[in-house]
């Protein structure tokens, strides 16, 4: 689903990601940890063709994004791949369904189409009656799901989620959490989450370390290379 082979990238003299192999597999719930400046979002941004690698390849669900064009790139964004924030981002001045429907339309969906598989979501995650609410008469567990139903409405390969629950408070984040593992039961989604959270990281089906823009050995993987491949 993800292969990442020999990422490096430099934002001048410094050298956030030093040579970063990577493979996940479809339907897998991978987290990324780490300390404060240990490449975590770069290499999630690289990931998710926010930004490009100084050198290095990433495929995902087989197709070689670093050899696309920026209008390619966008378009491939939109249609492969679905981002959560720590911060939902939605439009205030929007409603719920609204947000939810935005990635459909830039991805050419008819209207019907849209609000239907926006529906769809709303309805799965338990937020019907909230759909015609703005962001402002919204919960903040609210609308965290209502920004994961907007990553989910293109029917991603990927979505991608840098500390989505960093901003809620324990029973939000405890629902966040449950909802990746009932999304990926019910639509087979992979799921990369750069998070600070220990409790979300002990229940992921796998824990990646990262420090000074290099991944962390297991402890029983020899350590006669430098970079580590995981």
Known sequence: ???????????????????????????????????????????????????????????????????????????????????????????????????????AFIAGESRTAAKARASELLQFMGLSDRAQHKPAELSGGEKQRIAVARALVNNPAVILADEPSGSLDTRNKQELHQLFFDLRERFGQTFVIVTHDEQLATITDRTIHMRDGLLELPSDTPTSTETAII
């Open 1 to 103: 689903m993800i292969e990442v082979k020999g990422i490096t990238k430099s934002f001048g003299s410094l050298q956030v990601l030093k040579g970063i192999d990577l493979h996940i597999d479809k339907g897998e719930i991978v987290s990324i940890v780490g300390p404060s400046g240990a490449g975590k979002t770069t290499l999630l941004q690289i990931i998710g063709t926010l930004d490009r690698p100084d050198s290095g390849t990433v495929r995902v669900d087989g197709i070689d994004t670093t050899t696309l064009s920026q209008k390619a790139l966008s378009d491939f964004r939109n249609r492969h791949l679905g981002f959560v924030f720590q911060f939902h981002q939605l439009l205030p001045e929007f409603t719920a369904i609204e947000n939810v429907m935005i990635p």
